[in-house]
Every structure is written in C-alpha cells, then in structure tokens.
C-alpha cells in the first residue's frame, strides 16, 4: 500500500472530523454539525482502502484465522506449551485465556469493513456518474458479509449497519437468506460496473487502480466462490451462479489476483508476519506434518520456498535467521502434540526424529520445519481472492456437469495448479513460470479422484497463501482433505474439528433476544461443531 494509503485513510479522518467553519450570521448554520461532511463534500473514494484493509486484516494474525483454522486445518502445527499456549486453539482445539477475544475479532473487524463499504454505498447511489464506486461497494459487501456468515452462520444482515438510523440491536438474518440476497445484489453490481464512467480511486488491491475490467472479473470470481459453497445445500441455484459466473468472466491469469500489499513503515503491518516474529510463535509453530507429506510426495516446487528447518540448537530455532530450506530435510510436525512431558509430549510421537543441539541448547522440535522468511515479512501480501482459487472451482464445477465454458476440468485443474505455484511471488518466492507448469503438467487430474484431488490442492493453495478461513471453509464443503480430529485433553468440542466459530460473547448480553433466535435455529446452539446452512 507504500506511503499512499496512510495519506488515503488520514483524508479520510480530516474529511470527515476537520472541516473548517466560516463565520455567519444564519442561526441554521450557527447550528449544523462542523463535523459532519456531506455526500457533496466527502470524496467516497476515500474509503475504498479503509474497507479493503480491514477485509484483508480480519483474516490475519491475531484477528482468528492463525490460532483457530491454521491448526483446526492441519496446516500448521504447534507444541502449544509455555508462552505460546495461545495456539491450543488450534489443532488442540482447547479454549485459552484470550479465546473469546480471538472469537469477537473477525466480527468486529468485518463488520467495519462492511461498515464503510455500506457508508460509500450511500454516498454514491444517488449520483449515476459515481455508479462504479457504488458497485464496488455492494462487491466489498458481499465480500465482506459473506465471509462472516461462512464463519458464523446466521448474522445480522438487513438489519446491520444501520446504527445512524437508530439500529442498535440488528435482527439475525438466516444464512440462506444471506446468500440468496448477496448473491443477487453482487450479480447486478458488477453488471453495473462501466468503464465509461468514473473509475474508482485510492485502490488498494495491487494492480488493480480501479480498472473496471479487473473489477469485474474479480466480482464473477466472488460469484464463483459464493455459488460453489452451495453445492450441496441448494445446488440449482449454485449452478445458476457459477454458470453465470463463468460466462461474465473469472480471473485469466495471477495478474489478475486480489491481494493488498502491507505497509509496515505506515502501520499497515502484514499480521501473519507479526504473529510469526513474536518470540514464541516463531519458535513453537512449525508446518504440520499433513501439509508437509502432501507436498513431498509429488515433490511440489513451492516446499522449497515455504519451508526451512532451523539451524541446530535452542538459540538458532528461536533465531529469525533462514534456515536449511532443502525439500529433503523438511518435516512437518504433527499435530495434537505439546513440549509439557506427558502422554502427547512431541518426544513420544511416532516417527520422532530426536532433538537438535545438547544441553542447555536441546530443543526437541529442531527438525521440524517451520514456516521460511517471506512469511516474516511485514510488509508481504495479504490475499483476498487468486486465479488459482478460481480455476479449481471451476475444475469442480466441470467434474459436477456445470456448463462453465468449454475447458475440460483437467485443464483448469492444471492452471490452478500451475498458478497457485506462481502466485507464491506475491509473498516473495518467485519460482519461474515454466518450472510451475512443468509440475501441474507432471501432475495432471485423475477423473476418478477428481473431487478428492481438487479440493485437496484447493487446501494445500489457500494455506499456502496463509489464507486459513479459506481453506477451512472449503473443507466443510467438500470434504477434502480427509483429516483425523485431535483429541486432546480437555478440548471444547467433543475431539471433533470445529465447524463455526462461536458468537462473540458480547452478542448474548448486548443482542441478548436476537441472539437467542439465531441460536435456537443452530442444530445442537452455539457450539463449536454446528453445522451451518450450507454445510451439509
């Protein structure tokens, strides 16, 4: 976001709470709010990357995603002990002293994404010439909204935002009639969209600057994502929309990936990078060993570039030095097991591979690998949606008899291979065009095992790109991959991977008769492993 998007979020700020009062003797003007801009004097583009960011940011770090579903997905591990017990959250799936914090996090913070995406809307509806940055805010909406209901379930929806007209208590809207009405609102707003007008400003995802045409592609990517999630819950109208999707226009190429880029100097800092560079986290979690042996078994050319073993000793392991990143030293640690001496101790697991360093110096998790630099790097990308994502959704789409055009399902199968191996650039590890298109070719689609192979290289991708909400939420969908639950000691859902996240606590005590309802129509209430609408 560099420099800019500080400048962009401080207008903002000035625009709204500075403006200047001039003297008069009318008593109206005496009187009205010096505060308060006005749809003609705030520019809305101006909230574009506030909305942007704090989309990107409620799926980052400490804001959930990397102490709930990086462990509940098996795609990272951690031993959970001393400092970093805050990660029994993940594949322990054991409640910690900030549990509830965690929980209320990506509410909060895409419901103020939703917030400004709501506010440019109205500032702009009105006015046909600002059409584009109205329809961008109904996608960002539809972004936003519906992440937090695949997160949650039923949410506030018709209801929610709408503090200024004395709304304070939002109704929970069923996540039925969530999606249904997203989708149709996405479906007329990027049909909205027109190049001979306006084109939005202050643009935060990279590359983009506006440009209607990548607009539009990202929003029929979105389409694609929505109406995929419905496969089994409803699938006419899940065929309905990836068709429609399909034949408005996914993403072509990874130039066309969404993804805002960090700025650290600004404090617009990457929150995966700064969960990792915390001491304990950087010592404690490692990639899990279902990731790892996925990748090794096809000798995947991102192990390379995503994993390092550390330099032998307690003070190396702990030390944000790269490490030994040779695919054939890397081993992923298992899941469910902590450094605490007792039954699951990491040193009683099969297959232990024994401590490196002595003493002193010992550290029983040394030949474990753990994440590589570009994921400390604060300034990194933070994804939103990829070519890769796309293309595997429409190999499924395919394989399931959709007519989504005529590439053969093998065909998208590679391209979302092939660019989930060059997207990795974004984060920093370039590997050449040639080399990712070699390996999805080496590598092709077996029809038989179609579903199984897609949506495994689907979880593998997004968690890759430490994208983990995507690739939990994908798992409830299809299934894939097939993962053992942990069951470890005092865990808050029966040894099971949970399903939702709760509530935030606030919602029972704040929302309390709204909250009830929503939760009398979970099957089993306000637990970790209900089930949501459209996971079936």
């Known amino acids: 976001m560099k420099m800019t998007m500080r400048k962009k979020i401080l207008a903002a700020i000035l625009l709204t709470g500075l403006l200047p009062v001039a003297c008069t003797d009318k008593f109206d003007a005496i009187n009205t709010d010096p505060t308060k801009a006005s749809a003609e004097t705030f ?36 031993t959970t002990s001393g400092a970093a017990n805050y990660y029994s959250n993940a594949d322990k799936y054991v409640i910690s002293s900030n549990t ?65 007209a004395g709304v304070t208590l939002p109704a929970y809207d069923t996540q039925e009639s969530v999606y249904k009405s997203l989708l149709q609102r996405l479906d007329a707003a990027v049909a909205g969209l027109d190049a001979s007008k306006p084109l939005p400003a202050n643009d935060a995802f990279e590359g983009y600057k506006g440009d209607v045409a990548k607009w539009k592609k990202y ?14 819950v409803d699938p006419a109208t899940a065929k309905m929309y990836a068709e429609k999707a399909a034949a408005g226009g996914t993403f072509a190429s990874v130039a066309d990936d969404a993804y805002v880029r960090s700025d650290d100097a600004n404090g617009y800092t990457n929150g995966n990078a700064s969960a990792l560079q915390t001491p304990a986290d950087l010592y ?18 991102r192990l390379g570039a995503i994993a390092e073993v550390p330099a032998a000793g307690l003070t190396a392991n702990q030390s944000q030095n790269a490490g030994n990143s040779d695919p054939a030293v890397q081993m992923g640690l298992p899941n469910g097991y902590d450094m ?32 590589s630099a570009i994921y400390r790097n604060r300034n990194a990308a933070l994804f939103v949606l990829t070519y890769a994502e796309t293309e595997l959704l429409l190999a499924e789409a395919v394989t399931r008899g959709f007519s989504v055009g005529s590439a053969t399902a093998a065909a ?35 029809p038989a095992n179609a579903l199984k192979q897609i949506n495994e290289q689907y979880w593998a991708t ?41 509530y935030p606590t606030g ?30």
């Open 43 to 78: 520019d809305a583009n101006l909230l574009l990357p506030s909305i942007q960011w704090k989309y990107v940011s409620a799926q980052a770090g400490y804001n959930g995603s990397i102490l709930f579903q990086s462990g509940w997905m098996q795609l990272l591990s951690s």
């Open 100 to 164: 509830n914090s965690y929980l209320a996090s990506v509410w909060n913070t895409d419901y103020s994404a939703a917030s400004f995406a709501y506010e440019m809307e109205q500032l702009t509806k009105d006015n046909p010439v600002r059409s584009n940055l109205t329809n961008v805010a109904i996608i960002m909406q539809a972004q936003t909204l519906s992440t937090l209901s695949d997160v949650y379930g039923d949410i506030p929806y018709m209801e929610a935002l709408q503090a200024k």
């Open 219 to 232: 929003g029929y990517s979105l389409m694609l994502k929505m109406a995929m999630r419905l496969v089994k």
């Open 284 to 301: 404690q979690v490692r990639w899990s060993k279902k990731l790892i042996d996925y990748l090794k078994a096809s000798n995947d050319p």
């Open 340 to 371: 605490n001496g007792g039954a699951t101790d990491i040193t009683r697991s099969p297959g232990y591979p024994g401590a490196t360093g002595t003493g002193a110096e010992a550290t029983p998790i040394g030949k474990y690998s753990r994440p």
């Open 412 to 446: 998208h199968y590679r391209n979302g291979v092939s660019a989930g191996i060059q997207s990795l650039s974004k984060l920093g590890a370039a590997i050449p065009a040639a080399t990712a298109d070699a390996y999805a070719t080496a590598n092709p689609l077996v």
């Open 462 to 502: 997004t968690g890759i790109f430490f994208n983990f909400v995507e690739s939990w939420n994908n798992w409830k969908r299809s299934g894939y991959p097939e993962l053992t639950p942990i069951n470890y000691v005092g865990n808050f859902s029966g040894g099971q991977i949970p399903r939702r996240q709760l």
């Open 507 to 536: 919602e029972a005590t704040l929302n309390g008769a709204n909250y009830t309802e929503a939760v009398n129509r979970l099957s089993g209430g306000d637990r970790w492993t209900s089930r949501i609408w459209w996971d079936k």
